[in-house]
């Protein structure tokens, strides 16, 4: 006869088991943005205070499964420590659902499918300088794009990085410094 114990036991192991098939037979989607794939920067607009650019990636979805993704967002990383002259935002939308209000519209991303984003960068002067003297001053800036999903599985966030180099901007603004 089976003890209390070994038949405890044989239930963990069994349950074990189960979770560890279902983990790997579970489909999912393999969801991310290619930042490797960004199109080249283009300067959508610029005055005395304010230059936008925007560039494209692709959110892919190279899973089995469609999922939602709920909110997309990006995030620039221009200190005012390395950069006190300009504070750059961003926002991201679909190329073929733009808005102006900063909001991502949820969408579903079919599995094996993929749906261009648009990421638009805002540099603003600051301490009343004029935008394009700041930006011939340009770093590179690191921005991460952010975003958030759900499956048959638990909602995730993911993060993926691309740079922005200062040669880049300072070409499109026409001041590049030596």
């Not at 909110?71 to 733009?98: G, I, K, M, N, S």
């Not at 958030?148 to 499109?172: C, D, P, Q, S, W």
């Amino acid at each position: 006869m089976l003890t209390i114990i070994e038949i405890i036991v044989g239930l963990v192991l069994l349950g074990l088991l189960v979770m560890v098939i279902y983990a790997v037979m579970k489909p999912t989607d393999n969801t991310r943005v290619v930042t490797e794939e960004m199109t080249p920067l283009k300067l959508e607009s610029m005055d005395d205070k304010e230059a936008v650019f925007s560039t494209q990636m692709p959110l892919r979805n190279t899973g089995v499964e469609d999922a939602a993704i709920t909110d997309v967002f990006a995030r620039p990383y221009l200190p005012q420590e390395q950069f006190p002259d300009a504070v750059c935002w961003a926002h991201v939308e679909t190329l073929h659902r733009r808005r102006n209000d900063n909001y991502f519209e949820a969408l579903i991303l079919k599995a094996n499918s993929e749906v261009p984003l648009v990421v638009t960068l805002h540099y603003e002067a600051r301490n009343n300088k004029n935008i394009k003297d700041v930006l011939s001053k340009m770093v590179d800036m690191d921005a991460a794009v952010y975003y958030n999903g759900m499956a048959r599985k638990a909602i995730y966030i993911k993060k993926n990085f691309f740079t922005v180099h200062r040669e880049v901007i300072t070409n499109l603004v026409g001041g590049n410094e030596k």
